[in-house]
């Protein structure tokens, strides 16, 4: 599908589609409900169109192509969905992102879970609501810089303050760009290496060997994410914190965490 379309219902002869939009432009177009066996977006942008309910079987959102035609590696235009609804939006798991650009997206209970291929999608200004679950988010493309024509992925400004985080990582981006939920649920600390240091000595003190030595690598492992991929700062949760570990221990860890005072 190509062209141009302004407002009304998608509407299609079938309720289950196979649909390639490529070079096209949807503004004000209603998704709601229909279900896509196939789903795929190439250099085309769709612009305040509600995807409420719409149900992707499978989806190419920034694909490098379209209509099987062989890829020759040169480009890889992106494919814009800007003040886009995503409430109630199912999406297979590991949903090829691709070179996608969200602008002021909506994505609400649910819609955004087990969600890895995401290493060149790009999020500006957009709205998390209810459970983000198993989500990487880049900052940096893994690969095909030269064929996206950036280095950096652009990521800021998104607002996370009515979402449950559940094993969500933030691959070199900057945390301080992005709203996240407040106190006593979440909390976003600086010195991630020094706070660590200090719940590490804490813990020495601790008897149970088996959840101070599940407690250790957990901090060990967040400090060195921290380090890594978000300069230094660190996401905490007491219901992130080593799953395995007891309620009370996660909830002493993150105290140890949120109470360090720097030095």
């Known amino acids: 599908m190509t062209g141009e379309r302004h407002g009304g219902r998608f509407e299609v002869p079938d309720t ?9 432009r949807m503004i004000d177009v209603d998704f ?16 305040r169109c509600d995807f409420t309910r719409t149900h992707f079987d499978h989806v ?10 062989r890829w020759d590696g040169r480009s890889w235009p992106e494919t814009v ?8 939006t199912r999406m297979p798991p590991d949903t090829y992102f691709g070179n996608a650009r969200f602008e002021r997206c909506v994505y609400d209970c649910g819609s955004l879970r087990d969600q890895t291929a995401t290493e060149h999608a790009q999020f500006i200004d957009c709205t998390f609501r ?5 989500v990487c988010f880049w900052g940096t493309p893994t690969r095909g810089s030269h064929v996206i024509g950036r ?19 933030f691959r070199n981006i900057d945390l301080r760009a992005q709203r996240f939920p407040e106190p006593p ?3 976003l600390l600086d010195h991630a290496d ?39 700062y660190l996401l905490a949760s007491p219901h992130e914190i080593g799953q395995r570990l007891p309620a009370e221990a996660r909830e002493q860890i993150y105290r140890m965490l949120v109470d360090y005072q720097h030095q």
């Open 16 to 24: 289950h589609l196979d649909v390639s939009f490529a070079h096209a």
């Open 32 to 47: 709601t409900g229909v279900w896509f066996i196939s789903f795929v977006g190439h250099d085309s942008v769709f612009e």
């Open 60 to 69: 190419l959102l920034g694909a490098t192509g379209y209509g099987g035609r």
């Open 81 to 88: 969905f800007r003040e886009c609804d995503f409430t109630r």
């Open 130 to 134: 209810g459970t983000v679950n198993d």
């Open 151 to 169: 280095d950096r992925n652009a990521f800021t400004g998104n607002d996370f303050t009515a979402a449950e985080l559940v094993d969500v990582e």
């Open 185 to 187: 649920g979440y909390a």
């Open 194 to 232: 020094q706070r660590v240091a200090a719940a590490l000595a804490a813990l020495a003190g601790w008897p149970d060997d088996a959840v101070k030595a599940d407690a250790e690598q957990y901090l060990r492992n967040r400090a060195e994410d921290a380090l890594e991929y978000t300069e230094g």
